[in-house]
Structure formats: C-alpha cells, structure tokens
C-alpha cells in the first residue's frame, strides 16, 4: 500500500510542471497565437526562481520570480509575434535558444546550492487516513495551485464572455476584429498568461520537485507540454488527463530503474519522449473530419485600419 | 498616437540586404549592454570576441572546423524551411548519425581495415541521419503528426542513445571509466588539409554541399517546386506539386546532411564517440539557417560567423572569465533581431493619428 501511495505522490509531483506549462500554452493558442517558447520560459523560471527563493528563503517568493521571469519573456514573444508579425514558429525557437543562454548565465552562480523545498500540507486526522490521506491532503501547494488553475481555465474558456472573446480570436481573428475587439491586445494577454504559468512551471522544479539547480533541469518539459495541449484537443478536461498520464509514465521510468528491469536506464528514460511521438501519431490519425485546433492558430494578424 | 504595421505593396529588397547587417549591429550593441551588465570592460569583451579570434591562424582554423557542421546542417535546414517543413531535430540526427558512422570505426578498430572504412562511414551517417529525419516527415505526411514536435522529441532519444552506447557495449576499456570509446584508428579519421593544424577535408566538403545547394534551389526544377511550394501553396497545388513528397524529401536531405556533419564531427576533431560531441549543433544551425536568409551563399558566411562567437566566447571566457552561456544569449538574441528586421521586408512601419483612428469610429 505504501509503495502505490508512494507512486501515486510521485506521478502528482512529475505531472504538475507539465499541468501548469501546458493549461498557459493552452490559453495561449486558444487566443490563436502558437508559442514555440514554453521550454525557453520555463528553464529562466527554473533559475530564476531557484534565485528567488535562496536570495529570500521564501519558496513563495521564489515562485513569483519564476512568474515575473516566464512574463518577461512572454513578453519578448508578444512583441516579435504580435507586434512585429514575425513568423510564431521561428520566434518560438529563438526564445527557446535565448532562455537556455539566459538560464545558464542566471544559474551559474546558483549551481551546488540548496534549499529547502515547498513543504508539504499537513492536517492532523485528514492526511493520515491510509492511502487517500497523504495523496489528497498531503501534497504541496504547486498541486492544489495547478487543479485550481486548469479548472478556472476551463470555467474562464467556457462559461464566461472574456473566454467566449479569446476563443473566438482563435478561430477567426478577422470576424472578432471586424467585431471590434482588439485581437492583438487579447493575444498579448494571452501570451503573458502562457509566460506566467510557463515560469512558474519551471520554478516549480527547483522549488519542490528537487532542492537544488541544475543547468538544463526542465529536460524537454516544455516541448512535452506543448505536445500535451495537442494531445488534449485544445480542452481543459483532457489536458488534465494527459499531463498526468505523462507523469506516469515519467514515474514509471524512475521505478521500473529501482526494480531492476533488465533494461539499461537511457532506454526507459527514453519513455516520455517515444510516448510523446507515439500519442502525437495516434492522435492525429484519429482525427478524421479535420482538425480541433483553433482555426487561426499560428497565422499572423495584422489588422488593416 | 500609435504605431502601427502597414504591409508594403512588396517585399523591400533593399531592406532584405541590409536586414542581416543592422541585425548584428542591434545585437552588438544589446551585448555590450550585457557585458556592463556582468561588471565586464564592453570594448574589451568585443574585441576577445570578435577580433582577438582573426588574428591568428589557429583560430581562424578553428572558426573553419566550427563552421563546418553549422553550415552543413544549415543547407539542409534551408532546404526544410523553403519548403515551409519545420525540422527542428537536425540535433538528433546530427547524433544518430555520429552514432551510425562510429559503428564501423568502433567494429575495425585494431583490425588492418583499408582505406575504405571512412567512405563507408559517411554513407552509414548519411544514410542514419535522412532515415531518422524521414520519422517526422513521414508521421507528419501520413498521420498528420507536428513534425515540429516529434523531430525535436527524437533529440533526446538520440541523446540518450548515444549515451547507452558509450556507457555500455561500446566503451573503451583502456578509457579509465570514461563513457567513450577509443580513438579511432587513422583509417578511421578524417584528413587534415594542413599539417600540424585542426582545418580538415569536412570543411571542403561543406563547401562542396554549399556549392550543390546553390545548384539545386537556382538552377533546378526540384529547387524551383521547393520554393513555390514554401512560399505559395496554393499556386503549387494549381501547378501540380507534391508538397508532401518535397516534406518527405526535403527531411531526409537535411537529415542526411546532419547526419553526414555528425560523423565528420567525431571521425575529424572530437576523434572518437563521446556524450556531448555537439555544443547544440543542430540547434545553432537553425539561427545560421535564417541569419543566411536561406540562401546557401548567406548560409555559408552566417556560419563563419556563429563559428566566431562559440571561437569568441571560448576566448572570452579564457582572457576575461566570461560565462560560456554569453555565447548562447548571443546567438539567441541575434536570431530575434534577425527575425524582427526582416518583418520590414514586408511591413512598414506607420504612425496612426488617435484624431483619425476616432473619425474612423473603432470599437
């Protein structure tokens, strides 16, 4: 019992970075804009919230670099993307390129250090009921934090007029602008709202996935994130699935290690990235009848006065 | 007031000149920026980046052994992007071909081996990189399947592979634990063009894919379908093209070229298989590839140059104790700048009156 409640809390903590970068990435192309650059965002999350927390030894604080952090660079995206109307793929890579540099320089000097991870909920009675306790109210505040973001994204999406105004940006930039809504604005927002989750993502790493930093520590998350929201359809719901199905067999791969299987670890650690693939070709070739993605995702706007 | 973006009746070939230029000069002076930044003398990080490397002949051999795998890889991403197919993973095939290429130099090691062991290296590398290339294509054309996404996931596999091989069956066992395998034996290794020195025939041979790219994108039909097919779709189906056979082809001569740039990697300067044979190769590729304005000549000299900056920042990093990791915001941020001019082509900039914008009743 105690080694499923074990994999089970360790699947929550594997699948969590993925939950927030991909529920922003999903707001993102939802609003029409595809950003190539969650990797780039999350790894200067990563080193910049791992700075925040050891220069204030407050992890919440730490987050919130990773936030402002994964902003600023959402930001830079906006401006080539939006602004400038440069190609969304090719301004995607750059910022990925640019954030490994960044994250490298920022991190040098953090490189070796520890802190003390985001600790984990305790209520006394609650977390100790066997099995369900500790994995439902035993787990750190990133957790909580993700549920409570994917759920207000599909109640934003959904059931509110800003959201009915974002996806339809998504699908038809030229009907909302002859509407009257300023597309470019509303993708802005979007994309800053992609940057924040893609930092905090990143920050979570180093704040209570492991203690410490290491250069290169998202290790492909943000490309699994991206290809998550593709695997969700572009839905709230699925995506939560998705990232914790990932999260699995990301777990599976560090146990299956522990165990003993046969199998030389560079091949399990190659898991996520071959089921990335394989789900990717799945999906798409199910999809008959066209696909879910927003209509007007990837394509440039620039609104004729 | 507001600053707009107005499409200009067409493209600015002026601008499309000059666009590279001021791209490195807004980069320049955005490092020099940095450079005070992290409390270093800004002219004097300049010239250990950009100056000290030209002057003598070691380094500018070096900056020809750098640019080799750059350009190689780069032609062949051009080639990709024209015709609007984005292969992000010329990184993992860049690494499955060093690993396929190694495989005979790692089984005749020892062995009196003649001096076909290396051509039969390049054919394996070439072959390993276009087969791993065609992965995404052919997911992408039969499945529907991002290729932008499970090209770049296949980076890692490749990594990992490469990894496994070194670590395990593979690994020298005079090599003190070390994950490589031995050196290779001469017949094994790529010539050197200059006694004594680093330059080596991989560089002619980059020349030589310089020189075929230019032949197949000007002269040719193939390279004429490539074009239309990236820059008007619609047209290309009216005329008759093939765009999913051109993804299929384009990958596996990209994928082929990275590959091919792999094994000369190992066989010439690294001189064996080891973890870390690419400093992000294939991703630099992908700057050099727009820096050159998809154009083989323009990829040729975007190559020397980012050559110059991994020569550079090694340099500045000796002489003033720069952070590596300048190098990679160097080249990340210049690819921005790249990008952003190269929106004037098509676009102008415009200044909106608010006077006129309310007369015009918005919103």
Not at chain 1, 73 to 87: D, E, K, P, T
Not at chain 1, 268 to 289: D, E, H
């Amino acid at each position: 019992m105690e080694l499923v409640e074990a994999i089970i809390l360790a699947v929550l903590a594997a699948s969590t970075p993925l939950l927030i970068a991909a529920t922003g990435e999903l707001v993102t192309e939802r609003s029409g804009v595809l950003n190539l650059g969650v990797e780039g965002m999350m790894i200067v999350g990563a080193a910049c919230g791992f700075a925040g927390a050891w220069l204030t030894g407050s992890i919440f604080i730490g987050a919130l670099f990773g936030v402002v952090a994964g902003t600023l660079m959402s930001l830079i995206f906006a401006l080539m993307a939006l602004g400038l109307a440069v190609n969304q793929v090719a301004t995607g890579l750059a910022l990925t390129i640019l954030g490994v540099g960044l994250s490298g320089l920022i991190g040098a000097g953090f490189v070796g250090e520890r802190i003390t991870p985001a600790v984990h909920l305790y209520i006394p009675g609650l977390t100790d009921i066997p099995l369900m306790g500790r994995v439902l109210f035993g787990e750190d505040a990133f957790v909580y934090f993700s549920v409570a973001l994917v759920a207000s994204v599909w109640w934003f999406l959904y059931r509110t007029r800003p959201g009915l105004i974002l996806r339809a940006c998504g699908d038809n930039h030229v009907s909302a602008h002859a509407l009257g809504y300023p597309v470019l604005r509303i993708r802005t927002f979007a994309v800053m709202f992609g940057g924040a989750c893609a930092g905090l993502a990143g920050a979570y790493l180093p704040l209570a996935y492991t203690p410490f930093f290491i250069p290169g520590m998202t290790a492909g998350r943000g490309w699994i994130a991206l290809a998550l929201v593709v695997f969700s359809s572009w839905r709230p719901g699925r995506l939560v699935v998705g990232a914790y199905l990932f999260g699995a067999v990301t777990i599976l791969q560090l146990h299956a290690q522990g165990w003993g299987v046969g199998i030389p670890s560079q091949f399990m650690s190659a898991l996520p990235y071959l089921a990335t693939v394989i789900v990717l070709v799945l999906l798409s070739r199910a999809r008959t009848g066209g696909s879910t993605a927003p209509a007007a995702l990837g394509t440039v706007f620039v609104p004729d006065r | 007031m507001q600053l707009v973006l107005e499409k200009r009746a067409e493209r600015s070939n002026t601008i499309a000149l000059v666009s590279p230029l001021i791209a490195i000069g807004l980069t320049i002076a955005t490092m020099v920026i940095l450079f005070a930044i992290l409390g270093k003398n800004p002219l004097l990080a300049l010239h250990a980046y950009f100056i000290a490397p030209l002057t003598d002949s070691y380094s500018l051999q070096e900056i020809a052994v750098k640019a080799t795998p750059l350009v190689m890889i780069a032609i062949g991403l051009s080639l990709c992007y024209l015709a609007n197919a984005w292969n992000i993973g010329a990184e993992g095939q860049f690494l499955i071909g060093a690993v396929a290429g190694s495989w005979i130099a790692v089984k005749t090691q020892g062995t009196d081996a003649g001096a076909w062991v290396l051509p039969v290296m390049f054919v394996l590398a070439a072959a390993a990189g276009a087969l791993y290339a065609l992965i995404p294509a052919i997911c992408k054309v039969k499945f529907g399947a991002s290729e932008i996404l499970t090209s770049l996931m296949l980076v890692y596999v490749a990594d990992l592979f490469l990894d496994y091989l070194v670590r395990g069956p593979w690994r020298d066992p005079q090599g003190f634990n070390f994950p490589t395998t031995a050196e290779f034996d001469p017949v094994a290794t790529v010539p050197l063009l200059i006694e004594g020195g680093r330059l080596h025939l991989g560089s002619i041979i980059a020349l030589i894919v310089v020189a075929a790219a230019a032949i197949l994108l000007g002269r040719t039909i193939k390279g004429f379908e490539i074009r239309v097919v990236g820059a008007a779709p619609r047209a290309a189906r009216f005329g008759g093209f093939n765009a999913n056979q051109l993804i299929i082809l384009t990958f596996a001569v990209s994928g082929a070229l990275a590959g091919l740039a792999g094994i000369i990697e190992v066989a010439g300067p690294v001189g064996h298989l080891q973890p870390g044979i690419s400093p992000g190769y294939g991703f630099t590729a992908i700057i050099v590839a727009f820096l050159g304005r998809l154009n083989p000549l323009g990829i040729l000299i975007a190559g020397l140059f980012l050559a110059l900056t991994f020569i550079g920042g090694e340099q500045a990093q000796i002489a003033m104790k720069i952070p590596l990791d300048v190098t990679k915001v160097f080249q990340g941020i210049l690819l921005f700048y790249v990008l952003a001019c190269d929106s004037l082509i098509l676009y102008r900039f415009k200044l909106v009156l608010p006077n006129r914008q309310v007369a015009r009743g918005t919103g």
